[in-house]
């Protein structure tokens, strides 16, 4: 990769840590999952709103953590709002560290995997009407 490369990388890193797409909580999720690294401790949660068709309508993530965790979460709802379930259940491993596109350490590949990782899980992770009251 060339520092030109480098530099686009870091700068659409930097862009999504510092204006992240969809931080927050989603209206009315249907579908939820949080994870964490335990090494570093870095939290992500995903949150889905999935229509009857098995469409994404609508994708939000929250969380702790580093740059890379943070700003692959935001990369990654971004790419997958408005896409069929199916597409998303086939997301690999490969595809996330492709989408955020910079080279990093296998530590680093960690970081930049837990966004994934929750989403993997929030996919087959309906939320009960005991997620959605405020009762906590």
């Known amino acids: 990769m060339s520092p030109n490369e480098d530099e ?16 927050g909580k989603c209206p009315r999720p249907t579908h939820a999952h949080e994870d964490e690294n335990p090494l570093c401790g870095d939290v992500v949660r995903i949150e889905l709103a999935m229509e009857s068709d098995g469409t ?9 953590g580093c740059c890379i965790s943070q700003a692959s979460a935001s990369m990654l709802v971004e790419r997958i709002h408005g896409r069929p379930a199916e597409e998303v259940k086939n997301f690999s491993a490969n595809d996330m560290l492709e989408l955020f596109g910079a080279k990093l350490t296998p530590n680093r590949q960690k970081c930049c995997l837990l966004p994934w990782r929750a989403l993997q899980s929030a996919m087959y992770s309906p939320v009960g009407a005991e997620d959605t009251d405020d009762k906590s």
């Open 8 to 23: 686009l990388y870091q700068e659409h890193i930097l862009d999504h840590y510092e204006d992240p797409f969809h931080r």
């Open 56 to 64: 994404i309508r609508d994708a939000y993530f929250d969380g702790d």
